[in-house]
């Protein structure tokens, strides 16, 4: 069963959720609510030995998807948060749209899920908040 932590969670409960945990990872948009959840992971975990890190899944839906890309390392590196970016293929983004983006990212998005889950890092997205 998946815990839910709000946006006041202190080191201390996040830890007791998540026992061994010690990196949280963003899923890294690069957008206002996204950047909004890493500002805050960042600020509210930076001294409590719980590191932050970031993924960003770059669906090449949007001919400027790789300066979205460009855009969230620079966002990351300004932060010192390490920050992985994934590309992925759409088969057929005009059939489904967002719902294509989301079918192809999903194995990308779940291995680094499962590889951090691994190495005791915890998933967090923007709609956890």
């Not at 061994?20 to 948009?29: D, V």
């Not at 390490?82 to 059939?95: C, I, K, M, N, R």
Request: aromatic share 4%; hydrophobic share 40%; glycine share 8%.
């Amino acid at each position: 069963m998946a815990e839910t932590v709000g946006p006041n969670v202190s080191p201390e409960a996040l830890r007791a959720c998540f026992p061994g945990a010690e990196r949280l990872c963003i899923a890294y948009s690069g957008g206002r609510d996204s950047h909004a959840l890493l500002a805050l992971a960042v600020a509210r975990f930076r001294d409590s030995g719980i590191a932050v890190d970031a993924v960003h899944v770059n669906h090449q839906l949007h001919p400027d998807s790789a300066r979205w890309a460009d855009h969230c390392q620079t966002v990351c590196r300004a932060f010192g948060v390490p920050l992985e970016v994934v590309t992925v293929s759409v088969s057929d983004p005009a059939g489904d749209g967002p719902e294509a983006a989301l079918v192809a990212a999903s194995p990308s998005e779940a291995r680094l899920v499962n590889e951090r889950s691994g190495r005791g890092r915890l998933p967090a997205a923007e709609s956890n908040l």
